[in-house]
C-alpha cells in the first residue's frame, strides 16, 4: 500500500470520529431552555384572562321569528355577574327579510344572549343597505323584536342630507316588512337634493 492510500485509509477513520465529537460537543454544551418561559404573554395579561372568564373572539348567529338573520361577533367577551355579558369591539349584522342590510359597530357593551338584547356604548355606528350612516354614543338593541333605540343624540347621514336628533329607533311593524327609522327630540334636517339619485 503506497502512502496516498494510507493516508486515506486513515481520513476514513479520523473524519467520522471528528465529526461524531463535534456532534457531541453541540448536544452536550447545549444551554437549557424553560418552553414555559418563552410564552409571549404579559403577567397582567395572563392575570386577566385566569380572573375573568373570557372568550376571545365569539360569534353567534340565527334568526328571528319572522325570519330575520341575526349574526354578532365580538372581539372579546366576559361573563358578567347577572345575565349579560361585557364585550369589546362589538359588530352586529342585521339582514332582514324584506332586504335591507343594517350593521352595528361599538367599542364596548354588554350582551344578554338568554333575551338576544344588547347594549351598545362608546362610538356605536349604524349603517343600512339603504344608505344610512348613523353615529351615537349608546343603542339598546333587541334582536327578537328587531327594536333598535338611541337613547342619546344621533347624527346621521342620509342620501337626502344630514340629521341630527336627540333620539333615534328602529322597528319593525310586521314579518317582511322594512325597518323604520323614527328620529325624535329636536330633529335638525340638512337637505341636500344633490344626494339623491334620480
Known amino acids: 500500500m503506497d502512502r496516498y492510500s494510507r493516508f486515506v ?48 373572539g365569539p360569534f353567534f348567529s340565527g334568526t328571528t321569528t319572522d325570519g330575520d338573520r341575526v349574526s354578532v361577533a365580538a372581539g372579546t367577551m366576559r361573563t358578567g355577574l347577572g345575565k349579560a355579558s361585557t364585550v369589546e369591539d362589538l359588530s352586529a349584522q342585521i339582514d332582514m327579510l324584506s332586504g335591507t342590510r343594517i350593521i352595528l359597530f361599538s367599542d364596548s357593551g354588554a350582551f344578554d344572549m338568554s333575551n338576544a338584547q344588547s347594549n351598545l356604548t362608546g362610538n356605536v355606528v349604524i349603517t343600512t343597505s339603504t344608505g344610512f350612516k348613523m353615529t351615537t354614543d349608546s343603542l339598546n338593541a333587541d334582536f327578537d323584536t328587531m327594536r333598535v333605540e338611541a ?40 337637505y341636500d337634493p344633490t344626494n339623491l339619485e334620480e
Not at 473524519?15 to 456532534?23: D, E, M
Not at 431552555?33 to 376571545?56: C, G, M, N, S, Y
Not at 333615534?168 to 317582511?176: I, T
Open 151 to 190: 337613547p342619546q343624540p344621533v347624527t346621521a347621514n342620509s342620501p337626502f342630507g344630514t340629521l341630527n336628533a336627540g333620539q333615534m329607533r328602529m322597528e319593525k311593524r310586521g314579518a317582511g316588512e322594512n325597518a323604520h327609522l323614527i328620529f325624535t327630540d329636536g330633529v335638525k334636517l340638512v
Open 9 to 56: 485509509a486513515w481520513l476514513k477513520v479520523l473524519l467520522p470520529l471528528t465529526a461524531l465529537a463535534l456532534l457531541s460537543t453541540l448536544f452536550l454544551l447545549s444551554r437549557n431552555t424553560d418552553p414555559v418561559a418563552t410564552v409571549p404573554f404579559a403577567d397582567d395579561e395572563l392575570l386577566d384572562r385566569v380572573r375573568d372568564e373570557q372568550i376571545t
